[in-house]
């Protein structure tokens, strides 16, 4: 997950990073697996690919899923670089802590003094800590045949497609779950109103913490890649058990 | 390598048995956390289903029941439940649904069961019965022996008289009589060093026995090879001490210095006559206000039996017998006053006071019986004012008038034998709520003065006339439910049947009264000739009459909640409040909450039996 302040960052002062129009499609999941299965050069990424994922009408009950959040030192999946990793298994019904992995790693690009304060990893950690291309068969092993669950997809997804770009080049793609857009569905449908903006309305934050609050999920300290991974899946599941029901086809919510 | 899982450590450092476990456990147990979430509504056990986890709570709360749907317990954040059922066959056994949205930590069996087997702390903590649980909650006290937990320092009671080693014999000896003590420490004229130490004994034996001159200087016959004891160790340690070199006086010392002397006369009063000590002293005194003056001392003597962990028993009885005292005391200066009565008569002692299960909150409830020769015209003007000296001077003594008028001023209580027979023949014969509703006053009497033969007589009279009436025992079963235990403890609430919520509860109307009410009933079925609740269960016991096992249960509850309630009063009197029977869920500590509760079921399930066994 990303906290930064915008403003420390330079970046627009927007509440919320927005989503490239080009991501709203969603693509037929098992079908582009074949295809990217026949053109991946590396064999973990065949392997990966190979290890296919479930059809779009599979109810979320049975649906191997992977909470997934990486720290990064910033915003730009270009320019920025991950840090940590959190991955928890889970399902609607448990999330697995036993089989959850945490890594840090070094990034490419230095570590800002924002960073350090806001993620609690320090220069030493990162001086001692392994590059990705050392942990890339672990993260995809623990990655194959699960569909991942992400708090805002503008993160993990576009980070790792370029990391493994620039170590293996040639990116990946995979199917998420972005709780953050599902918050957006119930609280985006449409703008404030003039009135509304008139009154001071501010649109309701859609943010990790805030969102866990409206589902009465405790409080939990932010910018641990594990702890957002685990406060991601729990959300998850408050949301389906408020919102959908375990029958509901992950088509309806994979991206 | 295992993932750090810090914000399930942190919370299951938070919250017992979890907190009481090693840090490296506290972590290995995290990372084997499995986590779920319910919504409000939403059954999380169903009866019978397989259970293989240990349900935490991490948020939210959650109802759990009984099998004919009866709610058994409310938990909030740090509540467990499914432990029966991990522990039993693997079944649940009491169904749990959300009653807010929940988030679950649930624990994997596997490391349930090693947390249980190889943690004592843990495994008590959710062991299976209720009952069991009790138990050793209660044992576990009964262990602790004042002598090996209190501190010698406890039993110095002033400086160490001393005297200097040049000064004579019969300075000495003079010293020894102006100071009203047995022992005085000896010291060095230049560095005023404790040197040795002389008792009565010595005097005898060295000095008088060997003729030796009362001029000699006191160094001459001193014990020169001093025993001493640190503060710090403990009153069987002192024991141990004088037993080994045959001394009867030790000083107390810290940091070198002298703070005092301990003696073994110190000792065994200490451990047998403490609570007899304030008694002695109420028979010393010459008027009310001097008696009022010994309200503090039986405070600090209670306080001190409750540091003690003395049991329930010892604290009710020394209460008493201090209650009595003062009673008689005050009768004696009455009878010196307003001379000697004009016919004889009997004051009784009623309630807790004749069961010996006294507190410091309590209210006097007595009466007298007078001679069946008695005339309201010549003598009830002495009889009353006698009345009215005890109850004004009990008043002051800390022992609050009674208000509900129970009290031998009022003229009701202040009848011959003939009258109080019949009071008794009617209340038995009759047993309507109305004249049922002093029944847990009256039915347990005790004669405290005068003709004390005559509270025998009524008590004779009750156990002829109660032990085969099954209308009257069904009747005072009845009347032992109106008052119920509450269900447990939510959150920092007192929590009731129906799931409403308080802010305290009175631990003796809510707890140890409704107690002593059913063991009463039980007690006069069985014909039992005790008055102390636990006398009382132990006659029932032998009776056979409760299913096996349930006697021991009641015990261990009355003991557990009576403990709380003690010790609440004791520990108002130590921060300077007024003591009393309210309690409120914050001060409770977690494992008070956890047996108070198993305590109240053990109630609640003894009063459905009480109306099984005494049907209408």
Same mark, same amino acid.
């Given at each position: ?138 993260? #995809? ?18 980070? #790792? ?95 | ?485 509450? #269900? ?129």
């Amino acid at each position: 997950m990303f906290y930064l302040d915008k403003e420390k960052l330079g970046l627009p002062g927007k509440q919320e990073p927005q989503l490239q129009a080009a991501d709203s499609e969603v693509p037929d999941w098992p079908s582009r697996f074949k295809v990217l299965h026949q053109h991946a050069k590396d064999k973990r990424l065949q392997a990966f690919y190979d290890a296919g994922v479930v059809a779009g009408d599979t109810p979320l009950a049975e649906t191997p899923l992977l909470a997934v959040d990486f720290e990064t030192t910033g915003f730009n999946p270009r320019k920025n670089s991950i840090v940590s990793i959190g991955l928890v298994p889970m399902t609607l019904k448990r999330i697995r802590c036993h089989a959850a992995k945490h890594w840090i790693v070094k990034p490419l690009s230095g570590l800002s003094q924002e960073s350090v304060v806001i993620h609690g990893i320090t220069h030493s950690e990162i001086q001692h800590a392994p590059d990705l291309s050392q942990v890339i068969d672990e993260l #995809l092993q623990a990655f194959a045949g699960h569909v991942m669950v992400v708090h805002h997809r503008g993160i993990e997804r576009p980070f #790792l497609n370029e990391a493994l770009k620039a170590r293996l080049g040639e990116g990946i793609e995979f199917p998420v779950i972005d709780t953050m857009e599902l918050e957006a569905r119930l609280h985006r449908q449409k703008r404030l109103s003039w009135w509304q903006r008139f009154l001071g309305r501010q649109p309701l934050s859609i943010r990790l913490a805030d969102s866990r609050n409206r589902y009465h999920l405790p409080w939990y300290r932010p910018h641990d890649a594990l702890t957002d991974a685990l406060a991601t899946g729990e959300l998850l599941q408050a949301q389906v058990a408020h919102r959908f029901t375990p029958e509901t086809p992950i088509n309806d919510l994979w991206k | 390598m295992e993932a750090e899982h810090l914000e399930i450590v942190d919370f299951l450092r938070r919250f017992p048995p979890f907190s009481k476990l090693p840090e490296e456990v506290l972590a290995k147990t995290a990372s084997h956390v499995e986590v779920g979430y319910f919504k409000e509504g939403e059954q999380i056990l169903e009866f019978g289903q397989s259970i293989d986890a240990l349900h935490v709570v991490r948020s939210g709360a959650v109802e759990v029941f009984r099998r004919n749907g009866d709610l058994y317990n409310r938990l909030s954040e740090g509540g467990f439940f499914g432990e029966f059922g991990l522990l039993r066959n693997g079944k649940v056994r009491f169904p749990a649904v959300a009653l807010e949205d929940s988030l679950i930590y649930f624990l994997p069996e596997a490391v349930f069961t090693e947390l249980f087997e190889n943690h004592e702390l843990f495994a008590d903590a959710v062991e299976v019965e209720d009952r069991t649980r009790l138990r050793q909650a209660v044992s576990r006290r009964e262990d602790a022996n004042q002598l090996m937990t209190s501190r010698v320092i406890r039993l110095v009671t002033r400086e160490p008289v001393t005297i200097e080693s040049t000064l004579s014999v019969r300075a000495a000896a003079q010293r020894m009589s102006e100071e009203k003590v047995s022992s005085l420490l000896i010291t060095d004229t230049e560095s005023q060093d404790i040197v040795g130490i002389i008792t009565d004994k010595d005097l005898r034996n060295r000095v008088v026995a060997a003729g030796l001159g009362y001029d000699l200087p006191v160094s001459e016959i001193m014990s020169v090879n001093l025993i001493t004891i640190n503060a710090r160790q403990f009153v069987f340690e002192a024991m141990l001490e004088m037993l080994r070199h045959n001394r009867h006086h030790l000083p107390v010392m810290r940091h070198g210095k002298a703070l005092g002397v301990v003696a073994l006369a110190d000792i065994i009063r200490y451990e047998s006559q403490n609570s007899l000590f304030v008694v002695s002293s109420i028979f010393r005194q010459h008027n009310i206000e001097e008696l009022s003056t010994l309200a503090k001392d039986v405070k600090a003597s209670f306080v001190r039996m409750v540091n003690e962990d003395a049991n329930s028993h010892m604290i009710g009885s020394a209460m008493a017998v201090i209650g009595r005292s003062f009673k008689q005391r005050l009768l004696e200066l009455g009878e010196e006053l307003l001379g000697p009565p004009p016919v004889p008569y009997c004051f009784l002692a009623l309630g807790s006071m004749a069961r010996d299960e006294q507190t410091l909150v309590t209210d006097q409830d007595n009466a007298m019986i007078l001679d069946n020769r008695f005339d309201p015209k010549e003598h009830d003007e002495y009889f009353f004012k006698l009345a009215e000296f005890v109850s004004n001077g009990l008043a002051a003594c800390g022992y609050t008038y009674c208000s509900g008028d129970i009290m031998a001023t009022n003229k009701t209580w202040r009848q011959p034998l003939k009258v109080w027979e019949k009071y008794f023949s009617d209340w038995i014969g009759h047993p309507d709520p109305a004249a049922l509703l002093h029944s847990s006053i009256f039915f347990d009497l005790d004669g405290v003065w005068g003709k004390v033969e005559w509270a025998d007589k009524l008590n004779d009279l009750i156990h002829r006339n109660t032990q085969r009436n099954p209308r009257f025992l069904a009747c005072m079963a009845r009347n032992a439910l109106n008052r119920t235990p509450p #269900l447990g403890f939510f959150k920092d609430f007192v929590m009731e049947k129906d799931g409403k919520h308080n802010n305290s509860i009175n631990m003796k109307r809510r707890g140890t009264a409704p107690v002593a009410d059913l063991i009463r009933v039980h007690a006069l079925a069985v014909g039992s000739k005790s008055r102390n609740s636990f006398e009382r269960l132990q006659d029932i016991i032998a009776a056979n009459i409760l299913p096996s096992g349930r006697g021991q249960d009641i015990r261990d509850a009355l003991e557990l909640i009576s403990r709380v309630r003690i010790r609440h009063q004791a520990l108002a009197v130590e921060e300077g409040r007024e003591p009393n029977n309210n309690v409120a869920p914050e001060n409770l500590s977690d494992f008070e909450r956890k047996n108070l509760k198993d305590a109240f079921q053990i109630l609640s399930n003894a009063q459905k039996f009480l109306k099984f066994r005494y049907p209408l």
